[in-house]
Structures are given as structure tokens and as C-alpha cells.
């Protein structure tokens, strides 16, 4: 049996695998994924700013 992932493991995921272009597409992603209060778990800031910058990294081409 496979455990669900909590919703913060997700997004970190969803970030990581560089195919979400910002915070409302991996909000959007979520809620389709059935995570509920989505925008709550999201709201602080620092978890935003990481995120931000998890998916901004994981879009750029490798050097």
C-alpha cells in the first residue's frame, strides 16, 4: 500500500519536477489532485517565497 504524500510533500514535488509555472498552477494542480483548503496550506509567506523559487529553478535549463 503507497501512502498519499501530506500536501506540503506535494508541492514541494510539483515544484521540484519544474513542469508548474507559478504558485496558482500548482494550486490548481493540487486541488485537482482532490488536496483540500489548497490556499490555505499556502498561504504563509515563507512557504510561498521557497516555492517561488523551487519552481523558478526547476524551469531553468541546466548549464
Known amino acids: 500500500m503507497t501512502k498519499k504524500p501530506t500536501i506540503l510533500e506535494r508541492a514541494y514535488e510539483l515544484a ?34 521557497d516555492l517561488r523559487r523551487l519552481t523558478s529553478s526547476a524551469r531553468r535549463p541546466a548549464a
Open 16 to 49: 521540484r519536477a519544474g513542469k508548474i509555472t507559478d504558485l496558482q498552477d500548482l494550486a490548481r494542480q493540487l486541488k485537482a489532485e482532490g488536496f483540500e483548503a489548497v490556499d490555505a496550506h499556502l498561504a504563509g509567506p515563507s512557504l510561498r517565497a
